[in-house]
Protein backbone atom coordinates (compact mmCIF):
# COMPACT_ATOMS: atom_id res chain seq x y z
CA UNK A 1 0.00 0.00 0.00
CA UNK A 2 1.11 3.59 -0.66
CA UNK A 3 0.90 6.11 1.46
CA UNK A 4 -2.24 8.77 0.28
CA UNK A 5 -2.16 11.13 3.72
CA UNK A 6 -0.33 14.18 2.98
CA UNK A 7 2.96 14.81 5.56
CA UNK A 8 2.83 17.17 7.91
CA UNK A 9 6.22 18.60 7.14
CA UNK A 10 5.51 18.25 3.39
CA UNK A 11 2.57 20.48 2.88
CA UNK A 12 2.02 24.10 2.61
CA UNK A 13 0.95 26.28 6.00
CA UNK A 14 -2.37 27.17 3.44
CA UNK A 15 -2.67 24.38 1.79
CA UNK A 16 -5.77 23.75 0.07
CA UNK A 17 -5.51 20.45 1.54
CA UNK A 18 -6.88 21.80 4.81
CA UNK A 19 -7.99 25.40 3.92
CA UNK A 20 -11.42 24.82 4.19
CA UNK A 21 -11.79 22.68 7.35
CA UNK A 22 -11.36 23.94 11.21
CA UNK A 23 -10.69 20.52 12.07
CA UNK A 24 -6.83 19.33 11.96
CA UNK A 25 -5.92 15.43 12.47
CA UNK A 26 -2.30 14.92 12.99
CA UNK A 27 -1.80 10.99 12.85
CA UNK A 28 1.53 9.21 13.76
CA UNK A 29 2.35 7.66 10.36
CA UNK A 30 1.72 4.20 10.84
CA UNK A 31 -1.77 5.04 12.00
CA UNK A 32 -2.87 4.73 7.80
CA UNK A 33 -1.75 1.46 7.39
CA UNK A 34 -2.44 -0.17 10.98
CA UNK A 35 -5.49 1.09 11.15
CA UNK A 36 -7.22 2.45 7.93
CA UNK A 37 -10.68 1.89 9.11
CA UNK A 38 -10.17 4.49 12.26
CA UNK A 39 -8.94 6.50 10.21
CA UNK A 40 -11.47 6.27 7.80
CA UNK A 41 -13.80 7.17 11.17
CA UNK A 42 -12.17 10.62 11.82
CA UNK A 43 -12.35 11.85 8.36
CA UNK A 44 -16.02 11.03 8.30
CA UNK A 45 -16.45 13.49 11.32
CA UNK A 46 -14.55 15.87 9.52
CA UNK A 47 -10.73 15.92 10.31
CA UNK A 48 -8.09 16.79 7.59
CA UNK A 49 -5.55 14.65 8.24
CA UNK A 50 -1.81 15.11 8.29
CA UNK A 51 0.78 12.50 9.14
CA UNK A 52 4.13 12.45 10.70
CA UNK A 53 6.81 10.02 12.06
CA UNK A 54 9.12 11.33 14.29
CA UNK A 55 10.96 8.55 13.89
CA UNK A 56 12.23 9.92 10.76
CA UNK A 57 11.46 13.91 11.86
CA UNK A 58 12.46 15.36 14.69
CA UNK A 59 9.76 16.67 17.02
CA UNK A 60 11.24 20.34 16.74
CA UNK A 61 10.27 20.53 12.89
CA UNK A 62 6.87 19.27 13.29
CA UNK A 63 6.01 21.78 16.11
CA UNK A 64 7.95 24.56 13.99
CA UNK A 65 5.59 23.35 10.59
CA UNK A 66 2.19 22.78 12.89
CA UNK A 67 3.04 26.17 14.36
CA UNK A 68 3.23 27.88 11.25
CA UNK A 69 -0.15 25.89 10.13
CA UNK A 70 -1.91 27.18 12.94
CA UNK A 71 -0.99 30.84 12.90
CA UNK A 72 -2.20 31.30 9.61
CA UNK A 73 -5.50 29.00 9.31
CA UNK A 74 -8.89 29.46 11.41
CA UNK A 75 -9.30 25.98 13.28
CA UNK A 76 -11.33 25.08 16.17
CA UNK A 77 -9.79 22.30 16.93
CA UNK A 78 -6.54 19.96 16.56
CA UNK A 79 -6.57 15.90 17.24
CA UNK A 80 -3.57 13.74 17.31
CA UNK A 81 -4.33 10.28 16.72
CA UNK A 82 -1.46 7.89 17.72
CA UNK A 83 -0.25 4.23 18.36
CA UNK A 84 -0.82 4.07 22.09
CA UNK A 85 2.79 2.59 23.66
CA UNK A 86 5.18 3.39 20.60
CA UNK A 87 8.09 6.05 22.09
CA UNK A 88 7.90 8.05 19.17
CA UNK A 89 4.26 8.84 18.95
CA UNK A 90 3.85 9.68 22.22
CA UNK A 91 6.08 12.49 21.58
CA UNK A 92 3.79 13.86 18.86
CA UNK A 93 1.43 14.82 21.84
CA UNK A 94 3.74 16.33 23.98
CA UNK A 95 4.78 18.29 20.88
CA UNK A 96 1.01 19.74 20.06
CA UNK A 97 1.35 20.53 24.05
CA UNK A 98 4.05 22.70 23.73
CA UNK A 99 2.90 24.27 20.63
CA UNK A 100 -0.52 25.30 22.14
CA UNK A 101 1.41 26.31 25.22
CA UNK A 102 3.94 28.66 23.45
CA UNK A 103 1.38 30.16 21.13
CA UNK A 104 -0.93 30.62 23.96
CA UNK A 105 -4.29 29.19 21.99
CA UNK A 106 -5.77 27.00 24.43
CA UNK A 107 -8.46 29.12 24.81
CA UNK A 108 -9.18 29.45 21.80
CA UNK A 109 -8.46 26.00 19.96
CA UNK A 110 -9.85 22.62 21.03
CA UNK A 111 -7.12 19.66 21.33
CA UNK A 112 -7.95 16.42 21.77
CA UNK A 113 -5.64 13.81 22.09
CA UNK A 114 -6.51 10.07 21.02
CA UNK A 115 -4.76 6.38 21.46
CA UNK A 116 -5.36 3.35 19.59
CA UNK A 117 -5.22 1.00 22.62
CA UNK A 118 -5.25 -2.84 20.95
CA UNK A 119 -7.78 -1.86 18.14
CA UNK A 120 -10.17 0.42 20.26
CA UNK A 121 -10.01 4.54 19.73
CA UNK A 122 -9.33 6.11 23.55
CA UNK A 123 -9.34 9.79 24.31
CA UNK A 124 -6.92 10.67 26.20
CA UNK A 125 -7.12 14.11 28.97
CA UNK A 126 -4.13 17.04 28.00
CA UNK A 127 -3.41 16.88 31.78
CA UNK A 128 -2.38 13.02 31.33
CA UNK A 129 -0.09 14.12 28.41
CA UNK A 130 1.42 17.17 30.65
CA UNK A 131 1.62 14.78 33.41
CA UNK A 132 3.34 11.88 31.49
CA UNK A 133 6.45 14.22 30.71
CA UNK A 134 7.09 14.19 33.81
CA UNK A 135 8.68 11.16 35.56
CA UNK A 136 8.23 12.17 38.95
CA UNK A 137 4.66 12.87 38.55
CA UNK A 138 4.16 9.29 37.56
CA UNK A 139 6.16 8.00 40.15
CA UNK A 140 4.08 9.96 42.82
CA UNK A 141 0.84 8.84 41.14
CA UNK A 142 1.74 4.93 41.28
CA UNK A 143 3.22 5.68 44.73
CA UNK A 144 0.11 7.29 45.76
CA UNK A 145 -2.14 4.43 43.96
CA UNK A 146 0.03 1.83 45.73
CA UNK A 147 -0.34 3.01 48.84
CA UNK A 148 -4.15 2.71 48.51
CA UNK A 149 -4.30 -0.63 47.88
Known amino acids: MVYRIPRLLDVNARSKIFRETSK ?10 EHPGILEDFIKKG ?3 LSVCLEAEHPNMAGFKLAGILA ?6 VAVLTVDGSLHCTQLHWVI ?3 FK ?11 HYVVYKGV ?3 IMSKAVKTSRY ?3 VDNLLKSLQEKG
Not at 24 to 33: F, Q, S, Y
Not at 72 to 77: A, K, V
Not at 106 to 111: A, H, Q
Open 121 to 123: VRE
Open 102 to 112: FMGIEDRVKRR
Open 47 to 49: YKP
Open 72 to 77: RGDYSE
Open 135 to 137: LYK
Open 97 to 99: EEV
Open 24 to 33: LLVIGRCIEL
